[in-house]
């Protein structure tokens, strides 16, 4: 906490001179931040975005370009496959529960198709082909990934499809989202004001009227007239929030732009904000998940802990919450030439042994501990089961000397997330907790009612999620729920 | 949410009568509301205590009556221990972090003897005797028991000496606890207002000044010239705050008064005031100690997932965040006639049988899955040897038929855990996230420093802990963190 600049409100009464005024004032532009100022446009404001960097993306421009939609989208159908919004809600509520906010989940799943249309209807490409196997993010331009909808337990909770749409891009998809969004906002008459950082909240009888905000040197002072709309992102970058709310977090590598201070979170509450979920977190593991579903990931003392054919992420989640990341994938070396040159990200294994004894010695676990696990996998998996944690028949074979290891911890960075390098302790994350807001972006205040003038959307607020995360449902409800900020902060109430 | 009062701070200047005035006002008449008042008297205040129900005693007189000491108490002195606080504090950051409060646990460690001669001197018994065997609560009066100090990893990471300090009872201390303090409370001038709720605090230029209650029918406000403490308790009894803050503990059992409702922390909020790790809880799960410790804890596949002489609130926290609670004691027929009849509370196994193979067919697990865990503890327990959680050697031994095995979630709640009925879904818990207090009880705002007036203790706010729990730490922060929000909110500042 104590960040240098009070975040406590002002109030109106000590503002002179404003010297913006606009109808709705935007904080941050990322994705959510785009969306929100397009639609509010589309709904007759004036609109002002706020940048703290000198130009407009935010981590939304870093990030690997999934969005999840379903539903049945153009995308799905030329794929082949058919999709209802009931099989998208079901599933969402399973993978990032318990506890997923379940009215945001089925308006997202109900209109998702037409959220689809929306984007398309911005330029944002996506391309009609399936990239049919577990990963963080294909190494082809595919527009349509699985994100273990077809993977236990989700494949029994709700009709499996594929529902992760990658923007069309010669690498990651979110640079090529937020340019397609931000020539949209060109186009509008919204302002974007970048080098800005804002400060603290203005706040008139009990209502957000504006905000005091940093260019360079000067101290600005922005009034909205209708609405403030906090898309500032998450607190990853913030340790000390980190630690207050979510403390397995602390130490671990950021996926961000490094600007998730959480202090656009921050200042909601010094309004009276609630937040939500504070110590939810997506969480990406330093393995090539190719690798890890053509064997198996296991603990420290050797022991399954998931079927590796769910969404990574969940993997991840797993890994950290059970076992804090001390993991490990075992594999044969026929999976490991499996995994085409390209999906292998350059890892190689840190272990290789001709039997399970040598191997487990090499990485210090209990003698017989690998050869128990991978003995009891082996003997159903020539059967095609996996009574154990249900990897799908397809992924089940018994593994063969010769033997390796890979140490999630050592670290190697799912192109996803940014540079390659190494994540901090092998993971990279980000916080999806946040500010509690209603579907149409109010934020809600600690009565449970909204509070007047000030909305949200983005990783600033507590989205669909819970507990668990899966890739596309944060430039999902950004955009999503942005859009619907836009308009309810254009309402002005 | 939506409490059917608003929750939102009174200004002073609507108050146009104050009913009752004092110095420092107390909300909540637990250990920290009667360790506050007593230290606030003695720091020369007028003190009001204001309670909700007809009398004083709150969830601290239904726990067990355990308080975490040590550095060298004359408890553990008579029992044979040598006990440093530097030791003390090496466990508690083990124990109940990773980010457990290291400037309260530090404070804790070093003052504890202080504070046990404080409770002496105020007629808290304790018997000098040993409880040597893990359990929750032991069935005898004995005054000193471990919390897992002696038991992997924690005996690696500090010199092992058991701390948990047992009020003398006939039953459970907690109530025995209550009873010493209160009478102390009785002999100072501090008065206790029953049957009165605090609704609202009331603020004056950014300073708490009072609190707005209810008492029947009647409307009552106060007005505290020199501080208001806030000891109310934490929030398992709301669901709706758990569903906010800590989704996984929703539907399970509550060890409570029933009246933890969070509201104290939400009106502390209300002002301005941070909170903590509001996903931490104590969780207590419906096993026997003595049963799980001579057997093993295994989960829904049959796999072993901690050492099972850990203190069981240990257990109880990894049993639910890795693996929602389907866990299972297994043990043979020996474990079970060996822990006394007035230590089995009545538990039966749900399931026997002959061989593993029937065992593991009739709970459901994976053919093999019993099979091959207990012949790899077996193998090494034959040595005295466990490579794989290391427990320690006393408690291992092969397992051998008929064996047997208990469905933790079917409930049996411990007898700490109120009446000895059964914990919903097999577990009963308690929140320990709360407000954001500095070792001196001063509540901290959104920018890290301290809201005028405005003090708390107890399970209000987050005390020593981070994710980990350890029984004794929250009747022990409660009444040392209490009694500094005695002397500091009547320091006036």
Redesign the interface.
Known sequence: ???RV???PIDAAEITTYDHETDVLIIGYGCAGAASALDAVEAGSDVILLERQSGGGGSSALSGGEVYLGGGTPIQEACGFDDTAEAMEKFLLAAL???ADEEKVGLYSRDSRAHYQWLVDHDVPFKPSLWDSPTWVPPTDDGLMWMGENSYPFNEIAEPAPRGHRVTSDGFGGKVLMAALSEAVDKTSAAVHTDTTALRLIVEDGRVVGVVARHFNDTVAYRARRGVIITTGGFADNKDML???A??L?GLGVNSDGGDDGRGI?MA??V?A?V????GAQVGISLVPGMMVRGMIVDS?G?RFINEDVYPGLVGVAAL??HNLKVWVILDEQAYEEVPEDERWGVQPHFVAETLAELELEIGM????LQ?TV??YN??AAEGQD???HKSSRWLRPLQSPFAAIDVRRGMAPPEYGDGGTGGGGAEVFSTGGL?TTVDGHV??????PIPGLFAAGRATSGLH??GYISGTSLGDGTFFGRRAGVAASAGQ
Chains 1, 2 share one sequence.
Do not use: C
């Open positions: 906490m104590s960040p009070p975040i406590t529960g318990p506890g630690a207050q709310h403390p397995r602390v921050v509450q010094a009276g609630a939500k979920n504070m110590a003392v022991q919450n059970k209990p003698e017989g501990a128990t003995g009891e003997r159903f009574p154990y944690f509690w809600l205040d600690l009565d449970g009612g819970s507990q």
